[in-house]
Nanobody, 122 residues
């Protein structure tokens, strides 16, 4: 089992920044890709970004150039630096862990955190 705990969400004005963290514990050696997803009210959960153990990363188009995903393998922690935030970024952000090297859909992730709320005011 792998446990994931997110932190760092909050309320920010448009154009501001937030940094999310996701701490993993348990059988983390079995995991490779770590991802961030988000779900806005009334919408489906969507992929935001992912990073594997080698540092390879992928982003959904709407956050490219604004968000940066990173990880500290020694600390079993993944981060999501979010800059130039927009009201449409408002959502519950969840991190997830996968045994795959590349994973961009919810079906490829085996473990999920509880999520942290990000609210961007206009």
């Amino acid at each position: 089992q792998v446990q994931l705990v997110e932190s760092g969400g909050g309320l920010v004005q448009a154009g501001g920044s937030l940094r999310l963290s996701c701490a993993a514990s348990g059988r983390t050696f079995s995991m490779n890709a770590m991802g961030w997803f988000r779900q806005a009210p009334g919408k489906e959960r969507e992929f935001v970004a992912t990073i594997n153990r080698s540092g390879g990363s992928y982003y959904t188009d709407s956050v490219k150039g604004r968000f940066t995903i990173s990880r500290d393998n020694a600390k079993n922690t993944v981060y999501l630096q979010m800059n130039s935030l927009k009201p449409e970024d408002t959502a519950v952000y969840s991190c997830a862990a996968s045994s795959q090297r590349i994973a961009t859909t919810v079906y490829e992730y085996h473990y999920w955190g509880q999520g942290t709320q990000v609210t961007v005011s206009s």
